[in-house]
């Protein structure tokens, strides 16, 4: 690479007899003639080139493992998979990876609004590395991390006959439409065992998402029975009103078994569960 031996020693700051010793003691080692002298120059042998070429590669091959290492540390070229409920969408995890990836240009992401229970199941199949779901407190796991508690409440709109009420009651909604949210939902299960001790069920029915519940009800289309994460994502005007027999309702981030950390995962975990314990904005 040098062309002789004074330049070599520079290069690798020693003395020309120490590069002088390190040919010779490379030569024995090797046992190949590696250089001829040729006038005052020592010029490498076909063996020596052959010989600097595999040596190359080696160097290049190792220089790909480092680089390989470093893109793995940083998490470079890796597709992160992210599933969330709707209600965490808007402005929860929207926020929260403008915050932590939105710089990261390097980091391929894919996001999917789902069910929970469709998240469950695929994050235990390692199809996404991370999930944000809803469910009961009992729901937790080792591979679970709270991120935040509410509890149920009748939302409606400003001017309904129920909203000077301090609470709702399943008797209450008997003869208004109730705007419920999904049968996988865990709210909906608690829900219509809190209407199961009544004599009979609502007149009306309307089974939607959580944030459409919402809506409708602020449209003035029925009581919505939500939770209070899912109020503050919908930003409707309306009007929230504790709900009893009480449904808590927990959400969470969840990982596959075994999963590896990842920082920039647990980073956009922390930033979700900062921005849900902020007070309501409505």
Not at 53 to 75: F, K, N, P, T
Request: proline share 5%; charged share 20%; with cysteine.
């Amino acid at each position: 690479m040098t062309g002789g031996i004074t330049a070599a020693a520079d290069a690798m700051n020693v003395t020309q007899p120490a590069v002088s010793r390190l040919i010779r003691d490379l030569e024995i080692a090797v046992r190949i003639p590696l250089f001829e002298r040729v006038g005052v120059r020592l010029v490498p042998t076909s063996e020596a080139a052959q010989l600097y070429r595999e040596v190359e590669r080696l160097y290049l091959g190792l220089d790909q493992i480092a680089q390989a290492a470093d893109d793995i540390r940083l998490h470079k070229n890796t597709v992160i998979r992210v599933a969330s409920v709707t209600s965490l969408v808007r402005p929860y995890l929207h926020q929260a990876l403008r915050q932590s990836l939105g710089h990261r240009l390097d980091i391929p992401l894919v996001i999917d609004v789902e069910n929970s229970r469709h998240i469950w199941n695929m994050v235990e199949q390692n199809r996404y590395d991370l999930g944000l779901v809803y469910g009961s407190p009992r729901m937790a796991d080792k591979n679970a991390v709270l991120l935040h508690s509410s509890h149920a409440v009748a939302a409606m709109a400003k001017g309904h006959r129920l909203a000077d009420r301090n609470v709702i009651v399943p008797a209450d909604l008997l003869d208004e439409r109730v705007l419920i949210p999904g049968r996988n939902s865990p709210l909906r299960l608690a829900l219509d065992r809190a209407f199961s001790h009544e004599d009979h069920q609502p007149v009306s029915t309307m089974e939607t998402s959580m944030l459409n519940c919402c809506h409708f009800a602020a449209a003035g289309m029925g009581v919505g029975i939500v939770d209070e994460t899912s109020l503050n994502a919908a930003k409707a005007d309306i009007v929230a009103i504790p709900f009893e027999p009480r449904i808590d309702v927990s959400y969470f981030a969840i990982r596959p078994a075994g999963a590896q950390r990842i920082a920039v995962l647990d980073e956009l975990i922390g930033l979700v569960q900062s921005l849900m314990k902020q007070p309501r904005d409505l």
